[in-house]
Every structure is written in structure tokens, then in C-alpha cells.
């Protein structure tokens, strides 16, 4: 039905930078908020950043500042450019959106999440 593919992870050292992107496709009829998460080793999985169809967009504290979320609505996809990368920005970053899409005859509306992306930040 519907399939979220991120790319752009990859190892970098501190003070670099990275961009990711997450394209959305199937049965699409409209993408709403798109987000992205990352989950480090024993931890849970946090908020990074989030956009809204409006392009409203709020970011976790510690990513204020270095990492911007954008989004091209003709290609449905959100992007998260990362800069001045940390050590501990290091996790598994997934994409996840919430998306109305045709299910048989009718519609259908809910979040999907992206199989993430791997960034590592060396010292």
C-alpha cells in the first residue's frame, strides 16, 4: 500500500554533516505530518524533528540550532539536514509519517514508518 525509504546515513566525523531523506509511495492521496526519530543502542526512541503539511516544524532540544527539517510535497518526501554533528548524535534514524491512502474502495489514514537509516558520528 504504502512504503517510506530513507537514505543519506552514513559515518562521518564530529563537526560534519549529513542529509537525509525519506521518500513516501504507494497508494498516496495526501502525506500530513512527517517526522523523523532516532534510537541509539539502549535507548529509547526520541523525536528529532517534525513538519507539518503547513510546513509548521518543531525540533528536540538537543538539535536546535544544527539540524533542519524541510519537506518537497510534489515528491513526498521530508528531508533532515544535520550539521555540526555530535558523537552522540550516532543512532538509527527513521522516518515516519502519517498518510491518507486508498485502501480497496475506500480511504484510509495512518502512520507508516521508514525501515531507518544509519548515522555514525566519530570523535
Known amino acids: 500500500q504504502v512504503e517510506l525509504v530513507e537514505s543519506g546515513g552514513g559515518l562521518v566525523q564530529a563537526g560534519g554533516s549529513l542529509r537525509l531523506s525519506c521518500a513516501a509511495s504507494g497508494r498516496i492521496v495526501s502525506v500530513n505530518a512527517m517526522d523523523w526519530y532516532r534510537q541509539a543502542p539502549g535507548m529509547q526512541r526520541e523525536l528529532v524533528a517534525g513538519i507539518t503539511s503547513s510546513d509548521t516544524t518543531k525540533y528536540g532540544d538537543s538539535v536546535k540550532g544544527r539540524f533542519t527539517i524541510s519537506r518537497d510535497n510534489a515528491k513526498n518526501t521530508v528531508y533532515l539536514q544535520m550539521n555540526s554533528l555530535k558523537p552522540e548524535d550516532t543512532a538509527v534514524y527513521y522516518c515516519?509519517?502519517?498518510?491518507?491512502?486508498?485502501?480497496?474502495?475506500?480511504?484510509?489514514?495512518?502512520?507508516?514508518w521508514g525501515q531507518g537509516t544509519q548515522v555514525t558520528v566519530s570523535s
Open positions: 515516519n509519517a502519517e498518510i491518507t491512502y486508498r485502501s480497496g474502495t475506500t480511504y484510509s489514514k495512518r502512520g507508516f
